[in-house]
């Protein structure tokens, strides 16, 4: 059974008052349409309540009955499953397009870990038109954005400019300023913990400042321009 997923309980619901359909219209489409003969009207509604998640194959049923794509039920997706549902591709078909053998992709996909090579994940980011940050979760590549991030901040952030610019696939030019900022923060807190009025709490702030510098670093680059 495919796991729960994320969901936008709101989303469905406004979807659904829209169409001026109850929750026992929509499913009845799930068991007409799509095979779903357990679904009930109490489904639907513990669905948009919250109080239940539906599974990957009742995302994609309930996005029929309701005549929208599967990505507008759904939360900002975090997994290779959801990305691949939000984008409307079959796991069959996905799989061919990137290259991978079929049962090789399931498995990826239901165990959360990416091991494709170099081509077959440059192919799985351009299918699923994954924005950077997205591409470096999906195919587990955190962990070395993180180091690099650590050393980059803890020593010449200038570098590891080329490397982190390989890694993101993001021009050498655009990761210029929020590594400096974000090195001059670092250091602005290591700074801090050598002073006279070094606490425990300021040396708190310097550890999670690395703890949290992979989200730091997206942070920095998907903010808007100054003016």
């Known amino acids: 059974m495919d796991p729960p997923i994320s969901f936008n ?22 068991r007409a349409s799509y095979g779903m003969s357990h679904v009930s009207p109490d489904h639907i509604t513990a669905w948009e309540r919250g109080e239940a ?17 599967p990505g507008e039920l759904m939360g900002r997706p975090r997994t290779l499953l959801e990305h691949r ?14 290259g991978l053998d079929i049962d090789a992709y399931r498995y990826m ?13 440059a192919n ?9 940050r997205d591409f470096i979760a999906v195919t587990g590549q955190e962990d ?3 180091r690099l991030l650590t050393e980059a901040v803890s020593t010449r952030w200038q570098a590891h ?5 390989r890694l993101v696939a993001i021009d050498r030019r655009a990761l210029q300023e ?11 807190l290591m700074a801090a913990t050598l002073g006279r009025a070094s606490s425990n709490s300021t040396a708190d702030d310097g550890r999670r400042f690395l703890e949290d510098i992979v989200e730091h670093f997206w942070a920095r680059i998907e903010e808007p321009p100054r003016q």
């Not at 409307?88 to 996905?94: M, P, Q």
């Not at 400019?161 to 610019?165: D, G, H, S, T």
């Open 9 to 30: 309980a709101r989303a469905a619901r406004t979807l659904r008052e829209r169409l001026g359909m109850a929750p026992g219209h929509v499913a009845y489409g799930m």
């Open 53 to 69: 998640l539906p599974t990957a194959n009742e995302v994609t049923a309930l996005a029929g009955a309701l005549w929208c794509g």
């Open 85 to 98: 549902l939000a984008r409307g591709v079959s796991a069959e078909d996905l799989a061919r397009l990137i």
């Open 109 to 121: 996909e239901e165990t959360g870990r990416w091991t494709g090579d170099k081509r077959q994940s």
């Open 124 to 132: 799985l980011g351009s299918v699923l038109k994954l924005p950077p």
């Open 144 to 146: 070395e954005l993180a």
């Open 161 to 165: 400019v080329r490397a982190i610019a």
């Open 178 to 188: 929020p590594l400096r900022t974000m090195q001059h923060e670092y250091q602005a």
